[in-house]
């Protein structure tokens, strides 16, 4: 179970930062920008992909603290970063997984 | 004691990060931008630092005790479900304590709208009916009150989702009823404030968070683990989160009940399934 608590608490960490870092960028009083940031979609990916699937207690919680910086951002940004992601993360643990 | 802290603080995170989830998605459904998932646990951690203030009208201590023992309750819920799998019998327990809990932290608050709430979950008691026949339901299927016997049972005769679906439907209501801004939610009624935590504040209120989150995340577990078949994380998760998201579109578009309807609604329900699970299971 402790490798679960350690990819809960990367996530935590790495959304409480996401959250901070997003609202450093962005002090508008409305969504300014919901075009897709490449950087942050690029982030996602690596975070999602190892989170998911690196098998390793230490390599998945560095990718969950990139997912969960992504995902944690302020309400209104990082969602389709969030989602293009997790789609990906989850297509290559399908295909790692699933023997067909 | 380590693999307990361990189950407790995984419990109160997933539990918090899931509410959080909860409250997005009822956001989402009623076009708010809505907070970030993250907000509950924030929320959870920022009441542990507030100074707590205490009301000249509360008896002590039992206004301080009965949160503690909220927690407690919970903390007891996953040692009995997740660490050891032990009898439903005393997590059915641990819900009917948990509903005088919430009754006695609103009498003991010498708030109106605490007293109301404290008298309305003498009524919201009528949710242990559906859980309870749920048990008894599951006891007749499969011989056993030990949920790691229930999960045997599973791996040799299929999930019991299939075999006595209103026994599940029954313990959903129970899930619903438990869920944030529920239609069956009559002890926390926006008319009443907050409810029985209306007068909790500070570190009081950090504790009765801490016991919803993981009380959110038990009762998911339970209903999960008994009602199919063996699952493994990446199982529990997308079970969570697809109940997660089904109460919580369901909250976003129904409005709260009153106490008595909410009562008679459960009632009705958990009397339609009993019966209809007895007939599938004798007949």
Known sequence: ?100 | MADILINVIIAFLAGSLLLGLHRKIMARVQKRPGPPVIQHLLHSLKFFFKETAFPKTVSMPFYIGIVFILAAVWIVGVIVGPVTKGSLLILFGVYAVYKIVEHNAGSSSGSPYGKASCVRAVLSAATELPLFAAVVLVYLKTGSMNISSIIAYQSVNGPLILSIPLAAVMFFILLLSKSPYSPFGITKDKALISGFETEHFGLLRGYIMFAESISWYVMMWLFLTIFFPPLSAAGYLIGMLVITFITAFINATTPILNPNHSVMTQITLGAVCFIGTLIMIFI
């Open chain 1, 1 to 100: 179970m402790l490798d679960y608590l350690i990819y809960l608490l990367t996530f935590v960490i790495g959304s409480i930062a996401g959250l901070v870092y997003s609202y450093k960028l962005h002090g508008e009083p409305f969504v300014a920008d919901s075009k897709l940031n490449i950087s942050y979609c690029i982030i996602s990916i690596i975070g999602w992909v190892l989170g998911f699937n690196s098998g390793n207690m230490i390599i998945g919680g560095a990718g969950f603290v990139m997912a969960g910086f992504v995902m944690g951002s302020r309400p209104g940004y990082g969602r389709k970063e969030s989602a293009v992601g997790l789609i990906i993360a989850v297509l290559i643990y399908l295909l790692l997984h699933l023997t067909l």
